[in-house]
Structure formats: C-alpha cells, structure tokens
C-alpha cells in the first residue's frame, strides 16, 4: 500500500494545526461553563444589589408637629403616647386589636409613627454599587432635586422586614405573612403528597406486577413530573376551587367568609404538582435498598407488608425524606399554579388556618417585582435573600441527611 | 540508546504503577519486526497493563504512572517531547469487545485516515483496508450500513481494517477472540498471518492454545508474592519451555479448532 | 401436636394495605384523568361558543376573546419566540458544558462544579424573572439603546435560556457518560485527539439522548411562565421581533387568571382551551424525549 500520509515534518505541521483547533474547541467548552457560572454570580449579584442603598425621601409632616424630640430618641412611651394622641380613635384601636399597643417594641411603634403620622415620601432609590461608587454625586443630585429630602443609606432586608406585614407602602412592607402563608402551604401539601407518593412508591417497586398497567402508571408518572406548572394551576381553579368549593373553602365546616381561593386548595393544588416528583425518588430511594434484606425477612416467614413496613421502609427513609426535602423546596419556589388557584396580592392578615385566604412568599415577590417604582424592586430583592435563604437551608438539610446515611451499604 | 534494525520495540525496566500499587515490574523485552508476538499469562498478572503501555492508552487511566522505557526507533516513548497522539498514530490498537464507532462501515475506516490527514483516495484505502482484513467480500455491498449491523466476528475484522487503514507500523491485539466464536476466531489468527507480512503484532491472550497455534514468540507473565507482574520467560514459541504448548495438537481444520479450543481455554 | 395446615390463610390487613398501596399508586393516572377532562370540559365549552370555530382559533392573529378575536397565534407568536430564543442559548452552551465535564473535568472539579449547576436549576422561576427584568433588559437597552421595549421577549428568552441550560447539560452529559469507554478508547487508538474524539465520535453517538435533552429542554421553555409573564410583555401581541413586548400563553394565562374572573365567562372558558393546548404538546414532546431515552439505554445496555 502507498502511503498517503503525512510523515515527519508534514505531520507535526498538521498535528499542530489539529492542536490549535483542541484548543479553540476547549476554550469553548470552558468559557460556557464560565458563563454559567458568571450568570448565576449576576443573578445573586443583582439581588443583593438591589435590597441595600441609599434613598431619599422626604416627610410629609414634619416631626416637630409631634414632638420636639429626636426621632432617634424617642422611648418607648413618648412613642405611644405621641400615637394615642394624633392616631384616629379607630385606627389606634384596630391597631391595639392586632396587637396590644403596650405590649408592642419600640422600633415597632416608631414605625407606626414613621408610617401613620409623619408618611415618609420615597423620591428616589439607589442600588448598593451606585451607592458606593456614585454617593458624593448622589447627595448632590438629591440637593438640587429634592432639596427637602434626607438622604440615608438603607437595607431594606431588616429584622423589620420578616416580622412586618403587608403594607401599601414599599418602606415599611415585611414579609411575614406571605412566608406564614408559604409554610402553611408547603406544610399541606407534604401531608397530603408524602403518605400518597411513598405509597405509590412502595407499590410500585415492591407489589406491581409487570404488566402494561404498571408499565402505563410508570410513564404517567415520568410525565406527570414534566407537565408545566400552570397547568397544575388550571386543575386545582377547576378541580379544588371551584367543584370542591364546599370543602375547600369550608362552608362544609360552618367557614361562611371565604370562597374557594384558599390555602387548602392551593396546598392540595401544590400536593398533587410535587407529587410524581417524591414517587420518583422514592421510589429511587425504596431501590437502594439491597434484595438480600427482603430475601433475609421472607426466609423468617415475614409477609409482604411486614417485609416492606419493618425492613425496606426504615432503611428507604433517609433517601425518601431526602427526596420530599426537594420537592418541598420546589414547592415552596412555585409561583405560577398559585396565581391560577388565586392568592391574594393584598393581604397584611395572618392565615389562621386551611381556610385562610392566602398569599406566599414567591407571589409577594411578583407583585413587588412588576410594581412600577423602585421602592418595591428593593423590597422584591429582599424577598428574593429570604426565599433563597430558606431554599438553601431546606438543600443543606437535604445534603446532610444523604451524606449522613450514605456510607450504609 | 542503539537501534537495531531487527526490533520494532523494546523495553527497558519498565515498571508500571497504580498509585502506590506496582502492576508491572522490570519488564525487559525486545520485539521483533513483523513478527507477532505473544503475551500469556493468568488473568490479573497485568497482561494488558503491558500492552496499553505500548501506545500510551495507559495515560486516561489516573494514577497510573510509568517508570523504565520503551524504545521505538531509538525513541523513548514516554520521553517529555513524545506526542501520545502520534505514538498511537504509528502503533495501532485492536481491542478485547469489538468496539466499531457507531457510524457507518465505510466512514469507520476513513473516520481514523481522515483525521490523520489522509490526502489520497479515500475510497481506494477503504477497500483496500478491508481486503486485508478479509472483510471486503463480505461487506462490498453495504459500505453505507451502519456497523452495528455486523456479527461479532465481522466487527472486530473491521476494527483491524480500521486500524491497517492508518498504516500503523505495529498492531496490538488485547484478546482480540476473547468474544468471538472458535469459527471467527480461526479467521481472525489466519487474519494475523497475513498481516505480519506488513505489521509486527503483539497480542495478548489467555488461550495458551491460540499463543502457540499463532505466535512466533512469546512472553509469558506471571505475578510475584507483592502481586506485581512481570514477564518471566521471553523466547521463540517454538523453543518454549512449557509442556503443554510444545504438546499443542497441530490445527489443520476448523473442527480440530474447537475441540482444541474446548479443551484448553484457560 | 401442633397444627401444621400450609393452606392459604386469608391476610385481611395484608390485602387492604395492599388495595391502598394500588389506590396511591395509580392515582397518577386519574390526574392525568383529570387534567385532560377538566381542561377538555371547559375548553369544550369555549369551542362550543357560536361565535368560536378552529378556523379562527388556529389562524387568527388576535386574541381578544371577550370582543370577539379568538387568534391563538397573537400568543403563541411569542411563546415561539421566547422559547427559540432560550433553546438557542441553552442548548450549545449546556452541550458544551456537558462535553466539558463529562470529557475534561477531573473529578474534584466536576464534585465542585455539579453542585453549582444544581443550584442554578434550584433558583426559583420568579427570581430568574427579576433578573430578566431588572438586570437583563436593563443592560440590553444600555447595549442596544431605546429600541429594545421595557418588556421583551428577547431578555425573557435569554434568561429563560440561562434557566434550560442545567436541565440540558445534566441530561446531555447522562447520554455522553453513557457512551461506553471503549469507543473513546478505539477513537484514541487511531491517533485521534481529546477534541475530535469527543466531538466526531462521543458526541455522535450521544445524539439520541442528546436530542432527548433538547426536546425536554423545549417543554420547559413552552411551559415556563414567571419569567415571561414579569419581563416579557402584558398583552397579546402577533410578532416575532424579540425587541417588542408580547404575551405567550402562559404569561396571558397567568395574568388573566391573576385579575377578577367569573366563571364560566369566555375568558375562564378560554383559558382552558390554551391550558389544554400546553398540557397536550408538552405531553407529546415528553411522551417522545422518553421514548428515545429508553432506546438509548437499551442499546449500551
């Protein structure tokens, strides 16, 4: 055979040229995954950004109309004593209903009277990296602008912040009851999702027969996982607002107040999307256990149930835990099927119960975030770091529980 | 380092290391031109340890470092300035499972020529390939079909002609029958004899059988008390020591090639 | 003596557990049930409306049901668009993140790097959609000036890209490590480098699951709703220019749903009808992403 192939010289030449292309190739490889990764330091970047930096704003009235000291320095007591006196007799009442007025903290009261007496008037807000880099700038602007205005430089995700609720006013909004509501929801939907999904697991690897039913149940399950959320929504409008209404909003339990549009359904709604996610990996988890612990328990005689329940279950547990810790936090970062289902996007009331109406953490930051002025940005970005923190402490839980029960078998 | 013209390689204290763990002790062979020489030995004694050695596939296994060398042409083939690429261009590799690309029978002969930098008639080399791997006949009519629709047999013909098609100077076979049939196994030795016309061969192989029926030597490994391997006897299969392969029943047809083969595999 | 009867004994609790078990496990199938009849109910009522004709639905370019514009192309226009553009960034960029750490990463920076993409796939929706609406299209407008609407889809789509891309490289890079090693070890043996191994060899032999990945990938971006719904635009428009503000189905089904609805009201009814139309072609593409899937497997098992 004749050799058409580059020898010595021609060779190294090519070969060069094909190692200039490899490394062109893997450059590539490399600056994609640089760009994922610089996509997610933006994203956590552009929050916190936006939760800190200076504002300027003026007061509607003036403090000295109140009192002559210091806001700063106001007590405890000058503060109820300013609020009982310049607050309507109804609003400081309903106030006190909420919450006793004496019992209240001092940063609380001087709130209120930051809110309800003197009215704060946002101008204007900076984010943090044009705080820092622009402040000299910034204050002037604000003089020539608004030469009333204060200036300050704030974070908007205060202690305040998660204890307040709702309010009008982007300044003194908190996030209490949307992550009161976020918990309730979450907590319902568990309930519901963790006994049926196990259940569904457990029959599923360790009953089933192999025929084309379980085979149909199987991919039903796989593509359950994959139907878009909102259509989840859709479901729980028709399924669990409004034909299961009585139950829902319960008129069955003497509930008169409410419609449909309640915790309850929103949590079963929130239940039945996370569903085949906890079969999946319960059924991952229910796997993992080795078949010589099933062979060990029907050689003593056990039957199925008490193979499954004594044996198969407790050593399954930590990965199926695991897995709803991750269903629970793809719950709780859901949005989409509870504007359907119909949260509230006013609500500065506690739910008190399934039959509440509701908001919840991700919807509160929707509004915010779609809110026209800057103030609210902030308060979305706030809300942003407290669902973020939430869903990373739910993901180390997770992590820990699997590295702590890995090393079994 | 002289060169003599005889060998196509050689190696020199070459030991090879897992970590911490030596698999191949002071191995210390010389390699004849266009020759096919055997590997033998019990499983685990790091037959193909040493063979991979030969062009490098050790290096994508981490943790695994070489001490020792081994000479082509004079050249130490893990010396700083050596090209892996162009070790394996020149020393080719036909391996245990036949492992065709998952293309078709012509483009998985022209896939290797074409990187390589082939500039003359693709369509010639990939007859040509493919006749001296006795597959021509075979698969003349369907060079657009994928490979995968080969017998086991005919994939691992093709994996030899793919590997001729880059005119390596040696071919090394890691059990290249080990997951064939007696019948594709008879074809595949006659294969070889024909190729050491042009190619020298190193094959490894657990079938003592198959050593002595085609190799004209053979080395023949064995693990010492710290589980290292190393090559204990070296020399023309013909001469070796063994009772057993001096013992060899001549194979003169494929029927004698079964029995033979139920009889001795290892 | 003992008694010694090996007859079958009647298990009650065993068999009710049982039944329970069969209860949880298929009640996947009547939310499925469910779905497609509630959803097909109400759609039905929409397409039942005299005023209402497939023709219409399919065709038109308007939607604005309670006057009498009932064209689904004025929203599925832009869920088009939006999803183009997010596979367009999501699938080179999560292929080539795959091909890197299923070829190249060593496996401290892959036990470093995983957990990264995790995250990324971890974020909630509605942050991605701050993102696009505050970081993106901000910065879009800083680059290509005015022109580029407040709300667009090109910034919806992009970030909507940046959410796929785990998704695609996870899956992808599945498929690459499922390409068995004595390919790449035949590649390699022939003198071929790390790149044209990868690239000619794995990555052919991947394309199956791969495309599995791209099609999921699409029923993601079809699906995804808050990011379009914050950045892309309120209001059905009938473009396909990513600098402008459109609505895509989802988004128009969040807003309208979101506001004040009567039951049983052209617009409740409407909703339905486009709720169907997403549940059915991401059920499709799913039901196809499996299936190659299964195939793959089967043929490097």
Redesign the interface.
């Known amino acids: 055979?004749?050799?058409?192939?580059?020898e010595n010289e021609?060779?190294y030449k090519?070969?060069s040229k094909?190692?200039g292309?490899?490394t062109v190739?893997?450059i590539?490889?490399?600056?994609?995954?640089l760009?994922?990764?610089l996509?997610?330091t933006?994203?956590i970047y552009?929050?916190i950004d936006?939760a800190f930096g200076y504002i300027a704003y003026e007061y509607k009235n003036d403090p000295s109309e109140f009192t002559s000291t210091p806001i700063n320095e106001l007590t405890k007591e000058e503060l109820l004593t300013i609020l009982k006196n310049n607050l309507s007799t109804g609003a400081y009442k309903k106030l006190d209903n909420e919450q006793a007025m004496s019992t209240r903290s001092q940063a609380d009261l001087l709130n209120l009277f930051l809110e309800r007496l003197i009215q704060i008037d946002t101008k204007q807000t900076w984010s943090m990296t044009e705080s820092i880099l622009k402040g000299e700038k910034i204050r002037q602007e604000t003089k020539t602008n608004y030469p009333e205005a204060r200036i300050e430089f704030r974070s908007w995700l205060t202690p305040q912040f998660l204890v307040s609720p709702m309010s009008s006013k982007a300044e003194f909004a908190g996030v209490r009851t949307a992550v009161l509501g976020s918990l309730w929801l979450v907590g319902i939907a568990i309930a519901f999702a963790l006994?049926?999904?196990?259940?569904?697991a457990?029959?599923?690897q360790e009953?089933?027969p192999k025929n084309w039913l379980t085979s149909?149940?199987q991919?039903?399950?796989?593509?359950?996982a994959?139907?878009?959320?909102?259509?989840y929504?859709?479901?729980g409008?028709?399924?669990f607002v409004?034909w299961l209404e009585p139950f829902t909003s319960g008129s069955m339990f003497g509930i008169t107040d409410t419609n449909g549009r309640t915790i309850l359904s929103a949590g079963l709604t929130m239940g039945?999307l996370v569903?085949?996610l906890i079969?999946i990996n319960a059924q991952e988890a229910i796997k993992a256990v080795p078949d010589s612990l099933r062979q060990a328990s029907f050689g003593v005689g056990a039957?199925?149930?008490q193979t499954v329940w004594h044996h198969v279950l407790p050593n399954a547990l930590p990965g199926i835990l695991t897995g709803s810790i991750l269903a629970l936090?793809r719950a709780?970062?859901?949005?989409?099927p509870l504007?359907?289902v119909?949260a509230s996007?006013f609500i500065s009331v506690d739910p008190d119960g399934p039959f509440s109406k509701f908001t919840a953490l991700?919807i509160q930051?929707?509004q915010w975030?779609?809110r026209a002025q800057s103030e609210f940005?902030a308060i979305?970005?706030s809300g942003?770091i407290v669902?973020?923190v939430l869903?990373l402490t739910l993901?180390a839980t997770a992590i820990l529980l699997r590295n702590r029960f890995k090393q079994k078998y | 380092m002289e060169n003599n013209n005889q060998y196509a390689i050689e190696t020199q204290a070459l030991s090879i290391h897992y970590g911490n763990f030596t698999a191949i002790k002071n191995v210390n062979i010389k390699v004849e031109k266009q020759k096919i020489t055997a590997i033998i030995g019990p499983s685990g004694c790091g037959k193909s340890t040493l063979l991979r050695a030969f062009n490098r596939m050790n290096d994508f296994v981490s943790g695994c470092s070489v001490t020792g060398e081994i000479f082509l042409h004079g050249q130490n083939l893990y010396g700083k300035d050596v090209?892996p690429?162009?070790v394996r261009?020149k020393i080719g590799m036909v391996f245990q499972k036949p492992n065709p690309f998952p293309k078709s029978i012509y483009e998985n002969i022209a896939w290797g020529?074409r990187?390589?930098?082939?500039?003359?008639k693709m369509d010639e080399?990939v007859e040509?390939s493919l006749r001296?791997a006795a597959l021509w006949d075979e698969v003349k009519d369907k060079l657009q079909e994928s490979a995968y629709a080969l017998s086991g047999g005919q994939q691992q013909r093709l994996c030899i002609a793919r590997t001729i098609a880059?005119?390596p100077e040696i071919i090394l076979m890691d059990e290249p029958a080990s997951a064939l049939d007696p019948i594709s196994t008879l074809r595949i030795e006659e294969l070889m004899q024909e190729l050491k016309k042009?190619y020298t061969i190193i094959i490894v192989t657990h079938n003592m059988q198959q050593a002595a029926r085609a190799s004209d030597f053979t080395a023949m490994m064995m693990i010492d008390d710290q589980r290292a391997g190393g090559v204990i006897e070296f020399d023309d299969t013909k001469k070796y020591s063994l009772a057993h392969l001096i013992n060899a029943p001549k194979i003169t047809s494929q029927a004698d090639l079964v029995k033979a083969d139920k009889e001795h595999r290892l | 003596m003992m008694n010694f009867d090996l007859r079958k004994k009647p298990?009650l609790?065993?068999s009710l557990?049982?039944t329970?078990?069969?209860?949880?496990?298929?009640?996947?199938?009547f939310?499925?049930l469910?779905?497609v009849y509630?959803?097909g109910?109400?759609a039905l009522l929409f397409f039942n409306n005299p005023d209402v004709t497939f023709v219409k639905f399919f065709s038109g370019t308007k939607w604005q049901p309670s006057i009498g514009n009932y064209g689904i192309w004025a929203l599925v226009s832009a869920t088009l668009t939006t999803s183009f553009i997010a596979i367009f960034i999501s699938l080179?960029?999560?292929l080539?993140?795959a091909?890197?750490?299923s070829e190249?990463a060593s496996l401290r920076v892959r036990s470093i790097?995983k957990p990264?993409?995790e995250?990324?796939a971890?974020?909630?929706?509605?942050?991605?959609?701050?993102?696009a609406?505050?970081?993106v299209t901000p910065i879009l407008q800083n680059i290509f000036g005015e022109s580029i609407q407040v709300y667009n889809m090109l910034s919806a789509g992009l970030v909507m890209g940046?959410m796929i891309?785990?998704l695609i490289?996870s899956m992808s890079e599945d498929a690459l490590s499922a390409v068995p090693r004595s390919l790449r070890e035949a590649a390699f043996a022939m003198g071929a480098?790390?790149?044209?191994t990868?690239?000619q060899v794995v990555l052919p032999a991947a394309l199956s699951g791969i495309g599995a990945a791209l099609i999921?990938g699409i029923?993601?971006a079809?699906?995804?709703?808050?990011i379009v719904?914050?950045a892309s635009g309120a209001g059905p428009n009938f473009t396909f220019n990513p600098i402008q503000a459109a609505e895509t189905m989802?988004g128009h089904?969040?807003r309208i749903?979101?506001g004040d609805l009567s039951?049983n009201s052209i617009d409740y009814t409407s909703?339905?009808a486009i709720?169907l139309m997403?549940?059915l072609v991401?059920?499709v593409?799913?039901?196809i992403s499996?299936w190659v899937v299964n195939r793959f497997r089967e043929r490097y098992e």
């Open positions: 055979m004749q050799n058409h192939f580059p021609a060779f090519a070969l094909r190692y292309i490899a190739w893997q590539l490889f490399l600056s994609a995954l760009l994922a990764i996509s997610l933006a994203l552009n929050v936006g006994p049926i999904g196990t259940g569904a457990v029959y599923l009953y089933a149909i149940i991919t039903n399950i796989n593509n359950l994959g139907v878009p959320s909102i259509v929504g859709m479901l409008l028709a399924v409004r039945i569903l085949p079969i039957t199925r149930w936090s709780l970062g859901e949005t989409a504007i359907v119909g996007t991700p930051i929707y975030t779609t940005h979305a970005a942003i669902l973020l869903l993901n | 090209d690429v162009e261009r020529a990187i390589n930098g082939f500039k003359g080399l040509n001296h880059i005119q042009n | 298990r609790a065993e557990i049982q329970l078990l069969f209860l949880a496990g298929i009640l996947s199938i939310t499925t469910a779905i509630e959803l109910k109400e080179p960029l999560g080539a993140v091909i890197y750490l190249y790097l990264i993409l995250v990324l971890g974020i909630p929706t509605v942050v991605y959609g701050y993102f609406l505050l970081f940046i891309l785990p490289s480098t790390k790149v044209e990868s690239l999921v029923s993601r079809v699906g995804e709703t808050m719904a914050i989802t089904i969040a749903s979101g039951y909703l339905f709720a997403l549940f991401t059920l593409l799913n039901l499996q």
